[in-house]
């Protein structure tokens, strides 16, 4: 685990099967009248190096620095936009 706030998570996963590492990036922004929390999740392949500097960064890490890795690299996203229905998609970039 990265980052583990309430409603900003960051970790690191690896498959256990070929040991390929991925950043997990989830945020929720709070609907304070309807309660239909809007929810958004990435996970994208990282190396291996990029996970020990990820890790290395502590506390500095910064949302920049998480959309620097991925320019042009494929990500899973699910978006779950309020009052809309959820959406699973290919996409580019942290």
């Not at 890790?55 to 699910?78: F, I, M, N, V």
């Amino acid at each position: 685990m990265l980052v583990d706030e309430s409603h900003y998570i960051v970790s690191i996963l690896v498959c256990p099967s070929c040991t390929q590492r991925f950043v997990s990036a989830f945020s929720e922004t709070v609907d304070w009248t309807g309660g239909d929390d809007s929810q958004y999740w990435t996970l994208m392949p990282i190396t291996a190096a990029e996970a020990v500097n990820l890790a290395q960064q502590g506390d500095s890490l910064t949302e920049a620095k998480l959309a620097a890795l991925g320019p042009g690299r494929q990500a899973l996203r699910r978006d779950y936009p309020t009052g809309q229905a959820p959406r699973i998609y290919w996409g580019t970039g942290a």
